[in-house]
Structures are given as C-alpha cells and as structure tokens.
C-alpha cells in the first residue's frame, strides 16, 4: 500500500528531495537495515519454530507463519529500492530485466501485505470459535487452515495483478523511472482512484472493522466467563487461561499492524480523495517516507510480539538453541 503510494506519487520525474545530508541517509540506512534484519531473522525462526516442533503445528500457529512469510517478502522487495533512492532517485537496470524488476517491486510488498491482512482476519475467525464456540468442532480446521493459506496468496495476487501491466519503465532525461501508467495501459475511462479506494476500502478497512467486532464478541465472552485461579488444577479453567494468553498475543499483532499502517491508509486516503497534496513538494516526499518506514516496522515486530507474550515460542527458541 505505501510502496504503491510512494510509487504514484514519485513515478512521474526523478525528485531531487531524496538527495539528504549524509547524516541523515546513514541514519536513514542504519533504522531501514535494523529493519531488515529483525524482519528476516524474526520471521524465519517463526517459520523454524512452527516447522520443527509438532505441538505448535496448529491452526492459529499456521496463519501467524503465513504471517512471517509475508512479513519477510515486503522488506526483501521494498528496503533496497528505498535505499538506492537515497542516493539515486533513478531505475539503475533497464531493459528485461529492469522491466521485470520495476513490476515486482510494485507487486509483491502490495500482494503480501493483503496476505496479512487476511491472516488477520483467519486468526481472529479461528480465535472467535475457539472462544466462543469451545466445544464444536473448530472453525478452521487443519485441512481447511492449508486451502485459506493458499486462498489468501491468490487473491491478493489477482486483485492487484494489474500492477503487473500498469507499471512500467519510463526513460526521462534524469534517468529511468518505474511509474504507474494506469490510463495508458487501461483507457482513459478507467480510475486508478477508484481502484485504489475499491482496494483500501475492501482489503483495510473492512478487515480492520471486521476484526475489532471479532475480538470485542471474544472479550465479552472471557468477560462472563470466571477467571481461572492460579492453583487451579481443573482441566477447563487451564484451557481458557491458555486462550486468554493466545488471545492476548492475537490481539497485539493486530494492534501493531493497525498502529504501523493506519498512518499509511489515511494519508492514502486523503490523497487519493481529495488531490490536495502536492507532488513534488519535498515536505510530503519525506512524509510519504516515514509513514513508509512505519508500515516496514510492522515486518520486524510480528515476531518479537510472539516472542515476547507467547511462553511456547520462547521455550521451542530456546530448544532450537540446545
């Protein structure tokens, strides 16, 4: 969503407002390498954990890997074109491959931040039955867990593979550009804005409230329900203490995600509503970086969330290291 923003709004001409101090792209480039680094390994021992230890090969464990993958696609396809931009503000490989390139960098951080969003979703789902229906069968079981994985990867990528045509290297005077050519290649009748907003509207803000209704349905439920002492050997009250605390390790991610990209919907939001903002006003370029660095965050604290407040994680870590 913001690498499409930062995209739209710098595909037009190189801009010369990423030409910084050196002081300010070493900073720059040390917070987006921190970034990448967290986000790789944190991610990969999720998967590693998830992968190696039976016990944690459940539902909710499942969706929070497809999670990390994601996680770990955005700033592998996103950081370098960022930090090329800080000294260059130009397509360095043209041709084939450049042109491949241009369209995968505007695809995929996109693609994988709707495979998150719909993980959200599914992890809320899941919880929701778990919480609220106990004793039926789950809402997403194991076989069905494996066809919604695989379900959110082709959607996002359908909804959003008219990047792959729309985007597209232009040659200008200060070098190549990867731009958006919305019109040129679907008709002057067809709206990048409406598309845009259809997108936002559908894969944002709609999950976001769907999810909030979700967890506020299973706060009322562990609500009405007595709190489990912690001497108590029966075997119901542990199990609703253990869907409090995977609840509550949900209900952070969820939270990080919204904090993280919420920034990046509304400034999108307004921009494409409204026009007000002016391109090539260097001010709103280094908004438009920053809220961009806030959605990049998000990579990297998914899987210090599920360190941190999930006990499980943190003991299969520390048996990866025995």
């Not at 070493?26 to 991610?43: D, K, S, Y």
Request: with cysteine.
């Amino acid at each position: 969503m913001s690498q499409d923003l930062n995209n739209t709004m710098n595909g037009t001409q190189p801009s010369s407002c990423y030409w910084n101090p050196t002081e300010k792209r070493i900073g720059t480039i040390f917070a987006l390498c921190l970034i990448v680094l967290v986000a790789l390994v944190g991610n990969t021992v999720i998967g590693i954990i998830v992968y190696k230890t039976k016990t944690m090969r459940k539902t909710i464990n499942f969706l929070i890997v497809n999670m990390a993958m994601s996680d770990l696609l955005i700033p592998i396809f996103w950081i370098p074109r960022d930090v090329q931009r800080l000294y260059i503000n130009s397509w360095l490989i043209g041709g084939p491959l450049g042109q491949a390139l241009c369209k995968l960098v505007a695809f995929l951080p996109p693609v994988c931040l709707v495979v998150s969003i719909q993980s959200l979703v599914l992890i809320a789902v899941d919880r929701f039955g778990a919480v609220v229906f106990p004793l039926r069968s789950p809402l997403i079981s194991s076989k069905l867990c494996s066809f919604f994985i695989l379900a959110t990867w082709i959607i996002a990528m359908a909804v959003y593979s008219p990047y792959l045509f729309a985007y597209k290297l232009v040659e200008y005077p200060g070098g190549l550009v990867c731009g958006l050519r919305w019109k040129e290649v679907f008709g002057e009748s067809s709206s990048f804005v409406h598309y845009a907003v259809t997108m936002l509207t559908i894969f944002y803000l709609i999950p976001l409230v769907l999810i909030a209704i979700l967890y506020i349905i299973i706060y009322i439920k562990l609500k009405s329900q007595k709190i489990p002492g912690e001497q108590s050997a029966n075997a119901g009250q542990q199990r609703q203490q253990r869907e409090r605390n995977v609840l509550k390790m949900a209900i952070a991610i969820v939270l990080g995600f919204a904090v993280c990209w919420l920034p990046v919907a509304i400034f999108r939001f307004i921009y494409l509503s409204t026009h007000t903002i002016q391109l090539r006003n260097c001010l709103i370029t280094n908004v438009v970086y920053f809220v961009n660095c806030m959605g990049l965050v998000n990579s990297a604290i998914n899987p210090c969330i599920c360190l941190i407040l999930s006990r499980n994680y943190r003991n299969k870590l520390r048996a990866l290291f025995r």
